[in-house]
């Protein structure tokens, strides 16, 4: 007895199951609409209370999240409410309408006149304030850093007030400055969300060339200066000696050549005859030279010359 009880207990579950499952799929907002059309107000409105308990939830931060229908479901329950004469229950399901899906607005073509005028009564009064609130918050986001968060409710705060039905106050303050604020902060929010542009690797460091040191072009320059080109000769007159020359004469005569190339001064370091030297002296002063060049520059210049003196041949040494 008791085992053909449990049976009977086991199969009355089992159907209750199956009976559940097909109920439980025509739960859906296509069939609220299709029992709406019918004039099947109360089954659509306790379809549509239904399906409103399941179209919301929460992310893991504690904000609510609606379905993708939960606004139309939201609407028809509305819709239910006048068509069954519940007018005290309208007011307070437009205003859920309108705070839960503020940016939603119902198609013209399902509400009569009447329920346009309540609808855009409802956005008229609570949107603003909801603007506000959503501003506040971005603002708060944005000041923590939290700029993706920040972004977001910037730009449904200037969505919102492109709404027709609050088009006007829009236009005045306070929801004019909110505006121009929130139009501020998103550049700012997205500017800060941007990444940041790519470091590249710093330019090797090269040694710059040792400074060419200056060269001083006005000094006298010789021999020493391996870099500067010497003066050549264009005319060098020797003197001849006064008398007769018995012996041979040698001696080192300095002379300075100037950036004409003439010569500037003359002195002998080493004498070659005394009869000779002041007649030596007097000739170099007249010499003309190509000047000395460094670097293409025409400069002074000291050159040692070494003078030398032979006695005339003898008969003898001609034969």
Not at 150 to 172: E, M, N
Not at 176 to 196: Q, R, S
Not at 270 to 282: I, N
Not at 307 to 314: D, G, K, Y
Request: proline share 9%; with cysteine; net charge positive.
């Amino acid at each position: 007895m008791k085992r053909r009880l449990a049976l009977s207990v086991v199969f009355a579950c089992a159907a209750l199951a199956l009976t559940a499952a097909p109920a439980r799929a025509q739960v859906s907002l296509v069939k609220a609409k299709e029992l709406y059309a019918s004039a099947n107000y109360d089954e659509a409105l306790t379809m549509l209370n239904l399906l409103g308990s399941t179209s919301v939830s929460e992310d893991g931060r504690g904000a609510t999240l609606y379905s993708e229908d939960s606004a139309s479901i939201a609407m028809y329950r509305v819709l239910c409410l006048v068509a069954v004469g519940r007018s005290a229950d309208v007011d307070a399901a437009i205003d859920r309408l309108v705070s839960q899906h503020p940016l939603f607005r119902p198609p013209s073509d399902e509400l009569s006149p009447r329920m346009r005028t309540a609808v855009s009564t409802a956005r008229l009064r609570l949107l603003p304030p909801m603007v506000q609130r959503r501003y506040e918050e971005s603002k708060t986001a944005y000041d923590r850093g939290d700029f993706s968060a920040a972004s977001i409710g910037f730009k449904w705060v200037l969505t919102a007030l492109t709404d027709p039905d609050v088009s006007q106050l829009a236009g005045q303050p306070p929801l004019a400055d909110i505006k121009t604020l929130a139009a501020g902060f998103v550049g700012l929010a997205e500017k800060a969300l941007a990444p940041p542009p790519p470091v590249s690797p710093p330019a090797p460091i090269v040694a710059a060339p040792p400074a060419k040191p200056v060269r001083d072009l006005t000094r006298l320059f010789s021999t020493e200066d391996t870099d500067v080109v010497a003066p050549l000769m264009t005319r060098q007159g020797m003197p001849q000696f006064p008398g007769v020359l018995k012996t041979t004469a040698t001696g080192v005569l300095e002379v300075v050549i100037d950036a004409a190339g003439a010569v500037e001064s003359a002195r002998l370091i080493q004498s070659v005859h005394p009869r000779y030297d002041l007649l030596l002296l007097a000739a170099a002063k007249k010499w003309q030279y190509q000047p000395a060049q460094l670097e293409g520059i025409a400069v002074r210049y000291t050159k040692r010359i070494q003078v030398s003196l032979a006695p005339p041949p003898t008969e003898a040494s001609r034969r």
